[in-house]
């Protein structure tokens, strides 16, 4: 009996394991289908804008539920349930968690496990998308490239929620949300062919708008957000120094609503503004400032002339979290 307990507390405080299992067939088939068919959809968009044009209201209704998923992830999935940017109010938590579900990018708690895992681990051995784990050479490079762009979601491993995300894991609306993702892909994609629907009265323009709006448009978000894995640790400046080859890339600035200002990112990741220099756009800031303005967020973790200074001293200089 003397010795049960003190193992009992070393096991129960040991580190979790970084994996948690391997992917069933299953879950790797369900990936690839939401990987794939919107890739192919946006392909075949190509012709379908050759010989019939694209209208207005698909534009319309695509740049609308581009920025409403785009938001979810930078504003929601990232800043804020990754980072802690800031705190939200109830309705604002849960109506993050679903827009961010809106790009089909994976539930919310498996995709906050799996950024937190890259912080902790980015750009070595343990980082599930850095592009410089193969080597420096042009192929190992290329490889790099598409591990950290598309080709790590492809793998079969799976981060442990809870050693990553335990928090998330233990809020009951939060995992509502995370287990009625397949309604909220499917919405995101069936909702843009009703609004076609109804605002050509046509079928065709239910069609137009579900390979558009719905399709297409997720297509188009999933590849400016992996870039920010990929592009973004391998091309650009960094203002700032950090423990990783992050850097920023503004020609994505917009598309990424802020995401691609990655060095300033990686070197103060609780900030909730990315671009923090003279010109640097970052729409999810601005949108984190309305809320906060309307009382939906506080406590918004604003960087301040002082932060940005110590920050741009080399990393060997400022204290281990600093």
């Known amino acids: 009996m003397t010795t049960t307990a003190p193992v009992r507390s070393v096991l129960k405080n040991a580190p979790k394991p970084m994996l948690s299992h391997r992917a069933s067939r299953a879950e790797l088939v369900t990936i690839r289908a939401f990987l794939i068919i919107p890739f192919v959809a946006l392909v075949a968009a190509v012709p379908l804008v050759w ?19 785009a938001l979810g992830i930078t504003v ?32 919310v708690i498996s995709w906050v496990a799996d950024h937190r895992r890259h912080h902790a681990f980015s750009d070595r051995e343990g980082d599930p998308h850095s592009p410089w784990l193969f080597g420096t050479s042009p192929a190992a490079l290329a ?18 929620i809870d050693r990553f995300a335990p928090d998330l894991a233990a809020d009951r ?16 994609v069936l909702l843009p062919a009703v609004l076609g629907g109804v605002l050509t009265m046509s079928w065709w323009g239910a069609l137009t708008g579900f390979l558009w709006a719905g399709l297409a448009r997720v297509a188009f978000l999933h590849h400016v957000t992996w870039s920010v ?16 080859r992050s850097a920023n890339f503004w020609p994505l600035a917009i598309l990424s609503m802020g995401e691609s200002w990655h060095n300033t990112h990686h070197a103060d990741p609780t900030s909730a503004r990315h671009g923090v ?46």
């Open 229 to 244: 894995n990929s592009v973004c640790h391998m091309i650009g400046e960094r203002p700032f120094a950090s423990r990783d």
């Open 51 to 69: 010989g019939w044009g694209i209208t207005w209201a698909d534009l319309t209704v695509a740049a609308v539920f581009y920025v409403v998923s």
């Open 143 to 160: 490889k790099g490239f598409w591990h950290a762009h598309m080709g790590w979601l492809f793998g079969r491993d799976r981060t442990n």
């Open 76 to 107: 929601g999935y990232h800043r804020y349930f990754t980072h802690g940017s800031f705190k939200a109010n109830r309705p604002l938590r849960i109506a993050l968690a679903i827009a961010g579900s809106f790009a089909a990018q994976g539930p």
């Open 277 to 322: 220099l003279r010109g640097q756009i970052d729409i999810s800031a601005r949108l984190i400032w309305f809320f906060e303005k309307l009382g939906w967020a506080r406590n918004v973790r604003w960087p301040t002339a002082q932060r940005l200074a110590r920050l741009a001293q080399p990393a060997t200089t400022r204290p281990e979290g600093a």
């Open 173 to 188: 609306a939060l995992r509502v949300v995370d287990r009625l993702f397949p309604l909220w892909v499917s919405l995101s």
